[in-house]
């Protein structure tokens, strides 16, 4: 289902097509950016960098990865200090 109509999906894919693979590649960069900042800045204050990490993971990968990697990606870069 789409609420597209198909005149403005050519348009849509018109342009697109149009784009540079650099061009692509910034666009697609800066959508991905603007989506973590607005995950980032719904998650509660005071979290772990740990925590931090494990939340934004789990919100754009979370059914698309196994937990295990999820959990490996938030530990990932942990001083040994840190506590477990």
């Not at 999906?9 to 960069?29: A, F, G, H, I, N």
């Not at 990865?65 to 530990?75: D, Q, T, V």
Request: glycine residues 4%.
């Amino acid at each position: 289902m789409s609420d597209t109509s198909p005149e403005f999906q050519k348009m849509v894919d018109d342009r697109y097509r149009s784009m540079t693979p650099e061009e692509r590649m910034c666009l697609v960069s800066q959508m991905y950016n603007t989506a973590r900042l607005i995950v980032e800045s719904s998650l509660p204050a005071g979290l772990s960098r740990e925590e931090r990490r494990l939340s934004i993971a789990r919100r754009f990968y979370a059914g698309e990865l196994p937990e295990e990697a999820l959990l490996a990606h938030a530990r990932y870069g942990r001083d040994s200090s840190e506590s477990t």
